[in-house]
C-alpha cells in the first residue's frame, strides 16, 4: 500500500531580534493526512491526523510520539484511539525539520484484549454513567521503566499502558472531579446545566507529566471545574466554572496511583488576552475565560517545575478553516509548585477568587514562549490547536530542540447534527471552505487541513538554566529504553518516509 503525506518547510530562519538565551521559532513543518500503520480500514478509522493531542520525545531512539485523542468527530464516530510514533529530519544545526517519517501505530487495549474506543460513553455503552471502554486520551508521559501514562478527558481518567498499548492500572480519580447532576449520579457525557460538580464537559485531564524522579505523576485539567466559579453576568450568582481562571492540577504517587494533593493554576485574565485582540469586536466574553481560554499541555523539567501550554480556542482549525477569527492566546508558562496550597479538600464553587490563606503555584509574570507572537513574527498562520511540545535532540552547538505539535481534529467536523460528520476543506487563510462527505475529494484549490510540526530552538544556558537538576536527554534517555522497544510488540508496518523537497 502506498502512503502518501504533502509535507513543505515554511521557514528556515532565526528570529534575528531574539536576544541571547530566548527561545526562537526555527521552522515550520506541515503533515497533511493520510493512512497511519493500524491495520484498519475506512476513511477515519484509519486516518493519519489528530497526532498532536500531547507528545514524547524518546532520545534513545530519535523517536517521537505523538498522541490522538478520541477520533474524528469529537467521539460520535467509531475510532481506537491510539500513538503515532515517527522520527523527524531534523538539522544538525539549524534545528530546521525537514522531513517526517511514520514508524509505528499503536492502539490502546483494554484489560480484556479489545481496543479502546474513542466512542463516547452514551453511545457505547448506552449509558452517560458507565466509562467503560471510552477512552479520550489528551496527555502522554513516561515512566522510568518504560510505561506510558495516559490522561483521559472522559473521566477524566490517568491509566498506565506498555508500550505495546496493553493496560496496566488505573489511578484513583479524586471524587471532587467526578461530573455528577444534582442527584448524585455520574454523568460523562453532558455538560451544564445537567451536571452541576465535577470537571466541566470535554475539559477533563487535558495534560499530564512525570517529575525527573518519576516518583509523582501531574495531570491538569483543561479549565476549571464546573462550579467553581461565579456567573458574573448580570449581578447573578450562579455557580459557573467558565467563569473562573482557576485550574486544578493533581499530583498523583506514582507507585500507588493515588492522589497526594491538588493544587490552582490560574489561567492568565481574560482582559489581557483581549488586549492582544485588535479592537473590541472579537474580544472573548466574561463567561469564556475558564471554557474558551484553558491548558493544552504540562511538562514537568526540574523538581517543582513545570511549563504549561495555555491557549484559545481560535485560530486554524474545522471551526475556523480560513482563519477570520483574531488570536489572542498560545503561550507556555514555567510555574513553580513551591508555596501552593494543597486545595484537595477545599471547594472554590460560587467564587472566582481565592479565600484568604490559599497560594496557587507561581507563575511567572512573561511567557516562557509566545508561540502565537513568535508565528505572527515569521508571517506563519496560528493554528487553533496547538496542543503538545516536548524538548528533541540536541543540537551540534549545543543548543536543544523544543517540538510543538498541533491537533488537527482529523481535519473532521467535531457537532454534526445526528452523529453525522464531515471533511473540513479549505484553500488557506482568507480563501475558501467547504465541507465534504468524509473521505471524500476536496474541491479544487482546497485541501484537509494538516497537522503541523513547529521546531523552536533554545541555548543550551537556557536549557540548563530551565532544567536544574535533570539530566540531559542523553543520559535520561537510557531510563526510558524499554519505550524504545515498543517496534518490537507494537501494530508495525512498512516504513514510511516523506522529505522536503
Known amino acids: 500500500m502506498r502512503h502518501s503525506f504533502a509535507a513543505s518547510v515554511a521557514v528556515a530562519a532565526m528570529l534575528a531580534a531574539a536576544p541571547a538565551g530566548a527561545v526562537t521559532l526555527v521552522s515550520q513543518f506541515s503533515v497533511a493526512n493520510g493512512t497511519d500503520l493500524s491495520g484498519l480500514t475506512g476513511a477515519g478509522s484509519n486516518r493519519l491526523g489528530g497526532f498532536g493531542s500531547d507528545l514524547s520525545y524518546d532520545a534513545a531512539t530519535g523517536m517521537f510520539w505523538g498522541m490522538s485523542d478520541r477520533g474524528p468527530g469529537g467521539g460520535v464516530l467509531p475510532y ?28 490502546f487495549k483494554q484489560a480484556n484484549g479489545q481496543d479502546f474506543s474513542g466512542l463516547n460513553p452514551q453511545i457505547l455503552n448506552g449509558s452517560a454513567a458507565t466509562l467503560g471502554g471510552s477512552l ?7 515512566l522510568p521503566n518504560g510505561n506510558l501514562l495516559v490522561s483521559d478527558e472522559y473521566g477524566p481518567s490517568v491509566y498506565e499502558f506498555t508500550p505495546a498499548g496493553n493496560f496496566v492500572r488505573a489511578f484513583a480519580t479524586p471524587a471532587n472531579l467526578v461530573p455528577k447532576d444534582t442527584g448524585g449520579t455520574t454523568n460523562y457525557v453532558d455538560g451544564r446545566s445537567t451536571i452541576t460538580t465535577g470537571r466541566q464537559d470535554n475539559r477533563g485531564f487535558e495534560g499530564l507529566t512525570v517529575s525527573p524522579d518519576g516518583k509523582t505523576a501531574y495531570a491538569v485539567l483543561q479549565d476549571p471545574l464546573v462550579d ?11 455557580s459557573e466554572g467558565r467563569f473562573s481562571r482557576n485550574v486544578r492540577i493533581v499530583a498523583y504517587d506514582v507507585a500507588t496511583g493515588t492522589e497526594k494533593a491538588q493544587y490552582i493554576y490560574q489561567l492568565e485574565a481574560v482582559a489581557d488576552i483581549n488586549g492582544r485582540i485588535p479592537g473590541t469586536a472579537n474580544d472573548f466574553n466574561i463567561n469564556a475565560q475558564g471554557r474558551s481560554i484553558g491548558v493544552s499541555a504540562i511538562q514537568a ?30 503561550r507556555i508558562y514555567r510555574i513553580d509548585l513551591a508555596g501552593a496550597t494543597d486545595v484537595s479538600k477545599i471547594s472554590l464553587s460560587g467564587t472566582n477568587t481565592l479565600p484568604a490563606g490559599v497560594n496557587p503555584v507561581a507563575k511567572t509574570a512573561t511567557p516562557f514562549l509566545d508561540i502565537a507572537a513568535a508565528l505572527r513574527a515569521m508571517g506563519m498562520t496560528v493554528p ?41 476543506c479549505t484553500s488557506g487563510v482568507g480563501g475558501t471552505s467547504s465541507q465534504v462527505a ?10 484537509l487541513i494538516p497537522n503541523l510540526i513547529y521546531s523552536f530552538k533554545l541555548s543550551e544556558a537556557e536549557y540548563r538554566t530551565l532544567t536544574g537538576a535533570v539530566p540531559e536527554p542523553t543520559t535520561w534517555a537510557m531510563m526510558v529504553l524499554g519505550f524504545g522497544l515498543v517496534g518490537a510488540a507494537a501494530r508495525r508496518r512498512s516504513r514510511v518516509r516523506v522529505r522536503f523537497a
Not at 479520550?136 to 513516561?142: C, F, I, K, S, Y
Not at 491557549?311 to 483574531?326: I, M
Not at 468524509?438 to 485541501?447: D, E, I, R
Open 136 to 142: 479520550d486520551p489528551e496527555g502522554l508521559a513516561r
Open 384 to 424: 487553533e490547536k496547538i496542543e503538545g511540545f516536548a524538548f528533541g535532540p540536541r543540537l551540534a552547538d549545543g543548543s536543544y530542540t523544543l517540538i510543538v505539535v498541533t491537533d488537527n481534529d482529523f481535519s473532521v467536523t467535531q457537532s454534526g447534527a445526528a452523529n453525522t460528520q464531515f471533511d473540513v
Open 228 to 238: 467553581e466559579g461565579r456567573n458574573t453576568n448580570n449581578g447573578t450568582t450562579n
Open 80 to 107: 481506537a484511539p491510539r500513538l503515532q510514533g515517527f522520527t523527524l529530519d531534523i538539522d544538525n544545526n539549524s534545528g530546521a525539520i525537514n522531513g517526517f517519517n511514520l514508524q509505528s501505530t499503536v492502539l
Open 301 to 330: 523539567v526540574s523538581d517543582g517545575t513545570l511549563l504549561v501550554l495555555e491557549r484559545d480556542n481560535r485560530g486554524l482549525g474545522v471551526d475556523d478553516p480560513t482563519a477570520a477569527t483574531p488570536v489572542g492566546s498560545k
Open 438 to 447: 468524509l473521505g471524500a475529494a476536496c474541491p479544487a484549490g482546497q485541501s
